[in-house]
């Protein structure tokens, strides 16, 4: 094998572990996202969940104001029907009494169910509220691994690109210069066999004298398709 294809399979080895790793990396910002927005998500349900109980104790002690209120107003009509020689007067005020206790029974039905309804309320609400907490606990461990894992790829990141540039430099720079551009357009890779006359790149057939070429190992041979650099496979 040329030993440039040799230096290039190193050098292209690095460029790939590189590129997966600059994705990886580019990637944990939106890993990062999701486990916040995971949280956020299981936070509101156990918000909302304590916002209906809120809102039902709010209700209740509205309706216990309401009740009092009858109550005193009860008092008063009482007071005021022993107050008057009226006969008419003192129906009148019997009427309102009738009236002001069908009101508080319907407050107080109303009271009843809303108590029931807190009762049922209070289980979603526990296990809203737990498993915000188990949530919290697992995205708190797996941010932690997120930040631990990109620190770990900073250093990778640094110590195979400085390997990369000593490969590169021990390159002729064309060499260089057209693995690169290769590598840069096609994505995936810049070098690539020649198996049974197949490109490894491409895989078109490719002809008989860039196999021929390929054996005579003077020159790097690039594929007539793909303009990919060929080597034998072995
Ligand atoms: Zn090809």
Same mark, same amino acid.
């Given at each position: 094998?040329?030993? *440039?294809? *040799? ?38 349900? +156990?918000?909302? +969940? ?18 009092? /209120? ?12 022993? @107050? ?21 029974? +319907? ?6 169910? &809303?108590?029931?309804? /807190?009762?049922?309320?209070?289980? %979603?609400?526990?296990?809203?509220? /737990? ?15 997120? *930040?631990?894992?990109?620190? @770990? ?28 551009? &290769?590598?840069?357009?096609? @994505?995936?890779?810049?070098?690539? %066999? ?5 490109? @490894? ?5 490719? %002809? ?24 034998? /496979?072995?």
């Amino acid at each position: 094998m040329l030993q *440039e294809i *040799e230096k290039l399979l190193v050098l292209q080895d690095r460029d790939q572990q590189l590129k997966k790793l600059h994705h990886e990396q580019t990637a944990l910002p939106t890993e990062k996202k999701k486990l916040a927005d995971k949280l956020a998500a299981a936070r509101a349900t +156990a918000d909302a +969940a304590r916002q209906r109980l809120r809102d039902n104790e709010v209700e209740r002690r509205k309706l216990e104001l309401e009740v009092e /209120a009858k109550q005193g107003a009860i008092a008063r009509f009482r007071q005021q029907q022993q @107050g008057t020689r009226k006969n008419e007067e003192y129906q009148a005020l019997s009427h309102e009494i009738t009236h002001a206790e069908s009101q508080i029974r +319907a407050l107080e039905d109303r009271e009843l169910e &809303l108590m029931e309804a /807190a009762e049922q309320l209070q289980a %979603p609400l526990q296990s809203a509220e /737990a498993e915000a907490k188990r949530v919290e606990s697992v995205t708190r461990e797996q941010t932690a691994k997120l *930040e631990a894992g990109a620190t @770990g790829l900073s250093d990778r990141i640094a110590t195979l690109e400085a390997d990369r540039a000593a490969q590169a430099a021990a390159l002729p720079e064309e060499v260089h210069d057209l693995y690169q551009r &290769l590598f840069k357009q096609k @994505g995936d890779a810049a070098v690539v %066999p020649l198996e049974a006359e197949i490109c @490894g790149g491409c895989h078109m057939r490719t %002809p008989a004298q860039t196999v021929i070429l390929l054996r005579a190992e003077r020159q790097l041979v690039q594929c007539p398709n793909c303009a990919r650099i060929l080597y034998r /496979a072995l």
